[in-house]
């Protein structure tokens, strides 16, 4: 370029430099101001990730033949994308699963992906149509069912398949297994994992203390006192899981007052908190409370801490917890800590479940999505999964039951948590009842606050009620939300 | 803030200059033009600006997060945050975090500031406390530890059982007993905004120390020999001259308050704390959309509130700085 080229330039410089100088200030401030907006709005933004998605695809790739060894046509040799829950439970048993399908007759590879946040990893595959062919959706960051029951799979046909053992997979099931994902007549999950709710001790412990476990209410007080006496708490609890005694205190007036309390509660009728079997146990818990049964603290304590404060330092001799509760303290439990679970307390000498009644429930639930690449390669997986062969492995390297029957040696692997748990849910036979609500409309976070307010002591039992019937009603006021009705 | 301002005449060139030129696209100017202005503006757009418009969009449906149905439902979202008891709480919350913390963290980092520069020996040249450097370390190191670990750290610390601060307050004497410092309504928002402030002091003032440093120091001298004391040489010299630092300092550690997201995240494992006691905005946003409900639409909402309220922040400490007498044009935000 010659001289008059890099003259120009200079000039050019100058002007766009002169600009820059003379611009008003308003006019900068306000791009500077817009800069800032841009950075508060960075939040606002990462939410809308998932709407850069584009349409729904339908879902189905080619299929192969329906045959007996492949019940739902899975093409030859193509690959299930399976999004699995890594929490206590870990993926191996996916994996292991995995395994035996690549043997089976569709020769399916399953790729499985460990996560710990289903909601964050699947929301924008969800909203973009392109769901993987199965999800364990689990954890904290869970789906709320209820968005997406309408994009999932009706899995009846699973359950109506044989498994490959060659027997009808429905017939193999605990009774009731299956309600907890049962949206509306469609069976939209299947949960594969059983847990026992119930209130956990030490047998080792109450022996040595010489303490008797409580059946009822009374006896449940009069053990507090007792335990005061030899410097124990009877409970101990943790911030984040204040609601276990939500759990806890339903379950005995459910076991109580049967289905009218339950249904009442699950279709967030109004007054339902208010029902006397209800209000009974609140009452209890308040005494409870009130003469310093629990250890206090517990609204500024993590619950892994708390749990290890029953566990390991034995401080408080009761602990309601689902049965996860042995492999989560595995680390943190006292040895020779004998942790025995047992059906939690009721009020009167005549139930109206009977005194075996128990809170159990399938947890774990599997989805296929329907817009799914692959959904009866998804199927497939599951039904592998719901085999003899993967349930006994699942009972054997997890210590807990699948909803598959008969997986679990009376010896229970040698843990007494275990064997207690077979014995519950024999003896309960077809008395089981499951508690839905809180999960279905995601209530825990606001129904925490208040949990956590009452043990402390900070409001009574009338103030726990107010605010749980409020906690309810929103969601039964709000038409936004779609209700399942619950039987 | 986009719009073309008019053309300056250039001193020698004329505005005859400018158009003839203009009318000669050259590679070089092109190219100038592309790499600098058109460049960063369309990534300015796409990822700022649509955000933005598809968020007020999003706000006004009641897009639940998992599909493509967006039915638009206009201001109803609104309508229902505004009755919304924790919602409101969560609002509450944040404007004291607002309004409380970016005040006692930057006049803690301020005096420290000042001590460690200004603070030292009356005789010779202005200088800092002895150990100056010591101390600064000391205080910055805090804000190299992420805010998660701030959080679990300070938890544990605050732990009613097992935690340091209980047992040394039993220790030397004030009968504490167990009392939950964050679970307690009553302590809880105080002990957050102390851990908060704690992180953060240090930062702000290394960035005022490198202001101070930035003024000469025969201004110091001056107003020494003329017999100001410490706290009038800090008030009158120190503080005029950074005010557009401190303006800056103070709309940032705002930001930080009203957001707060990890902090309270990691230091209320019950979201919310005792009683909601330390609900903030961003995090009733965040369980609205993700908490099982997939209320989308709402969420959003909440967003775009959150961000006006930045933005209301951001413009009453210009407004403030500009009436108590600030520099009209100010050039560092």
């Known amino acids: ?487 | 803030m986009t719009a073309v301002p008019p053309v300056q005449t250039v001193p020698d060139g004329g505005l005859a200059a400018a158009r003839r030129r203009r009318r000669k696209p050259t590679f070089d100017r092109i190219s100038f033009f592309a790499v600098f202005l058109g460049l960063p503006l369309a990534v300015y757009l796409l990822f700022v600006i649509w955000p933005f418009i598809q968020a007020v969009y999003i706000s006004l449906t009641a897009w639940n997060g998992f599909s493509n149905a967006m039915p638009f439902i206009g201001l109803e979202n609104y309508v229902t945050l505004f009755q919304d008891e924790n919602f409101l709480r969560a609002m509450l919350n944040s404007s004291i975090l607002g309004l409380v913390l970016p005040l006692i963290t930057i006049v803690l980092a301020l005096s420290l500031a000042s001590v460690v520069t200004l603070g030292g020996p009356s005789r010779g040249q202005v200088r800092g406390l002895h150990g100056s450097g010591f101390y600064r370390v000391v205080s910055f190191f805090p804000y190299v530890i992420p805010a998660i670990v701030v959080g679990i750290m300070w938890g544990m610390i605050f732990d009613p059982n097992a935690g340091l601060f209980n047992a040394f307050l039993n220790a030397v004497g004030v009968p504490i007993g167990q009392f939950p410092w964050l679970g307690d309504a009553r302590t809880a928002l105080g002990t957050s905004m102390f851990i908060i402030t704690w992180g953060f002091v240090g930062f702000y003032m290394v960035l005022f120390i490198a202001a101070i440093k930035g003024i000469p120091a025969e201004l110091f001298e001056a107003a020494r020999v003329d017999g100001a004391g410490r706290m009038r040489i800090l008030v009158q010299i120190t503080i005029p001259l950074i005010r557009d630092n401190i303006q800056t300092a103070y709309v940032y550690m705002g930001i930080i308050a009203l957001d707060a997201f990890v902090y309270m995240s990691a230091l209320y494992l019950s979201p919310g704390g005792p009683e909601n006691s330390t609900l903030v905005m961003s995090q009733e946003l965040y369980y609205t959309a993700f908490g099982g409900t997939g209320k989308f639409g709402l969420a959003t909402a909440m967003g775009v509130v959150l961000s006006l309220i930045t933005l209301a922040f951001a413009g009453m400490v210009f407004g403030v700085n500009k009436i108590t007498g600030g520099s009209a044009q100010d050039e560092r935000l």
């Not at chain 1, 007080?221 to 101990?236: H, I, V």
């Not at chain 1, 995601?442 to 409020?470: E, H, M, P, R, Y």
Request: charged share 20%; glycine share 10%.
């Open chain 1, 1 to 487: 370029m010659g001289p008059l080229a890099s003259t120009t330039r200079l000039h050019l410089l100058e002007a766009t430099l002169n600009r820059i100088h003379t611009q008003s200030a308003l006019g900068r401030r306000n791009f500077l101001r817009g800069t800032l907006a841009a950075a508060v709005l960075i939040p606002t933004a990462s939410v809308l990730a998932g709407c850069a998605g584009g349409g729904t695809t339908p879902g189905g790739t080619a299929s192969g033949a329906v045959t007996a060894g492949n019940p739902f046509g899975v093409a030859s040799g193509s690959t299930v994308d399976a999004v699995i829950f890594k929490g206590g439970y870990d993926v191996k048993y996916v994996e292991f699963a995995a395994e035996i399908l690549a043997k089976g007759e569709a020769k399916a590879t399953a790729k499985v992906s460990p996560s710990t946040d289903i909601t964050g990893e699947l929301q924008p595959r969800f909203a973009g149509g392109t769901p993987p062919d199965l999800i364990d959706n689990s954890g904290a960051k869970k789906i709320g069912m209820t968005t997406i029951v309408d994009q999932l799979e009706d899995l009846q046909g699973v359950v109506d398949a044989k498994n490959l053992e060659g027997k009808v997979i429905k017939d193999t099931l605990y009774p009731g297994v299956l309600t907890p994902g049962t949206y509306g007549g469609k069976l939209a999950s299947i949960n594969y994992v059983l847990t026992v709710f119930a209130v956990w001790y030490s047998a080792s412990l109450f022996k040595e203390l010489g303490l008797t476990p409580p059946k009822t209410w009374d006896e449940m007080l009069k053990l507090g006192e007792d335990a005061k006496a030899q410097g124990k708490y009877l409970f101990t609890w943790g911030t984040e899981a204040a609601t276990y005694y939500q759990e806890f205190a339903l379950a005995s007036a459910i076991k109580e007052g049967g289905d009218d309390v339950r249904l009442a509660i699950e279709n967030l009728k109004p007054d339902a908190w208010s029902h006397p079997a209800i209000q009974d146990v609140f009452t209890a818990l308040e005494t409870c409370v009130k003469n310093g049964y629990f250890k206090p603290g517990g609204s500024g304590t993590k619950f892994t801490a708390a749990q290890a404060s029953w566990s390991n330092a034995q401080e408080a001799l009761l602990y309601p917890s689902g049965s996860w509760i042995e492999n989560e303290m595995k680390d943190q439990t006292k040895a020779g800590f004998e942790m025995t679970g047992m059906p939690v307390p009721h009020k009167s000498s005549s139930p109206k479940l009977g005194a075996d009644a128990i809170h159990s429930a399938s947890d774990e639930p599997f989805v296929v999505p329907s817009a799914a690449k692959n959904p009866a390669g998804g199927k497939e997986l599951l039904r592998t999964m719901l085999s003899q062969e993967a349930a006994a492995n699942f009972a054997k390297t997890i210590l807990a039951p699948t909803i598959v029957k008969g997986t679990v040696p009376a010896d229970g692997f040698g843990s007494t948590a275990l064997v207690s748990q077979t014995k519950m849910l024999d003896a309960a036979a077809d008395n089981v009842f499951d508690i839905r609500f809180g999960n279905v409309y995601g209530l825990n976070k606001d129904q925490l606050v208040t949990w956590n307010s009452f043990l402390d002591g900070k409001i009574d039992a009338a103030g726990l009620t107010a605010d749980l019937q409020k906690i309810s009603d929103k969601v039964a006021n709000d038409k936004s939300i779609t209700k399942i009705e619950i039987k």
